[in-house]
C-alpha cells in the first residue's frame, strides 16, 4: 500500500497485505506525469492487475482506494476495478481542466511545467482516463490549499469540469475532508479565531452541499498523532467512503453521515441544537462528556462549554455567559472531538449564530 517519503504504514499493515487476495478486484495506477494540453494516452501506466498482495505491494497502491473497493466488492459481490491517479503534496489547480482551447499555464521563470502547474496533472494523468466508464470518484486532497478562502469554488469548477469532460452526467464523487494537524506548530502563536483549518473545513462542507451528487468523510476522530499529516488510519477512511457510495450509489440504505449541525435556539442561558443525520441517535463515542462545544456571548468571545445529549438535541452552556449568541464545534486545528451518531460517524465542525430577531 502505497507510502510518501516518511509516511508510517498503515495500521495492521503486514495482516491487512497478507489478506488481500481478490482476483476479481483489478487495479490501475497511473504514474507520474505532466501535459501542457490534454493527452489521449497516459505516458505510464500499471495495467490492469490482479489484487493480490503481491501487485497490492509493488503498485503502492492507495491504501483509502483499496479499503473502498475492497468493501464495495465484498458487499455487491461483483468485480470492481480501482483507478488510482494520485500525487502525494500537490494542489487542487493541477488536477483542474484549463478552459477549453487553453494549455497549461507554465512557470516562464523555469520555462517548464512543474506539478504545481495548473490544469498540468488533469492534462496528462486524468483526461487520458475520461475514455474509460466510471461509476464515480473519490476525492482526497486539501492540505496544500489550506489558507485559500474559496477552495469549495475550486472543488466545484473541478467537479463540474470533470463531469463535463467523461460526458457520463453528474456521476458521484466523494470526498474526505481533511484531518486535524497541527499547522500552526508554536501554541503561543495558534490563534483558533483566525486559524483557516476550521473555516477550510467549513468550505470543504460546504462544497459537500452544493455539489449535486455528492458526499464527504469526516476525520476528526481518527488521527493517531495531530503532529503527522498522515493518519495511519486509512481502513475506517475507506470504510466510510465505500458507506456513502453503498448508501447514495447502490441504495443500500445504511447509515453514512455523521450529525450535521441544522438549527439553534436560546433557552434561558443554553443553547439548543439540532442536527440532521441523527436518526439513529445522537451518542459520545467513548461515552464521556461532550467536548469541543465552545459558547460566546454578546461580547463575541468564545469560551469552552459544556453539552450534553438531551433526546435528539444537545444543550449548550458555559459559566458567564447568560444570553448565547454563537457556539462552535471542533473549530480549533487539533480538534479531536467524541460527538457522534448512533453509528458512532463523527459530526461536522461548525460555527453557528442565533437567528437574527
Partial sequence: MGLQSGQKPVFDYERELA???FPNIRLFTAQHALSPTPRANLERSSG???CSPATLDFLRFSAVAYFFGREIHTNLHVPVGVIESTWGGTRIEPWTPAPAGRAALVNSEADAMSETTPSAIYNAMIAPLT???VRGALWYQGENNYGDTNYDTKMEALVGAWRNRWDEGAFPFYFVQIAPYTYVKD???YDAEANPLPVFWAQQSRAARRIKNCGMVVTTDLVDDVNDVHPRD???VGHRLALLALDKTYKRKVICEGPVFQSMRVAGQAAILTFKHAESGLASKDGKPLTW???AGADGRF???EARIVGRTVEVSAAGVEKPLAVRFAWSQVAQPNFCNGASLPAEPFSAQT???
Fill in 19 to 21: 489478506a488481500a487476495n
Fill in 48 to 50: 490492469w492487475c490482479e
Fill in 131 to 133: 475514455g474509460f466508464a
Fill in 187 to 189: 501554541p503561543a502563536r
Fill in 234 to 236: 486509512k481502513a475506517s
Fill in 293 to 295: 462545544f465552545e459558547l
Fill in 303 to 305: 469560551v469552552p462549554a
Fill in 355 to 357: 437567528p437574527a430577531e
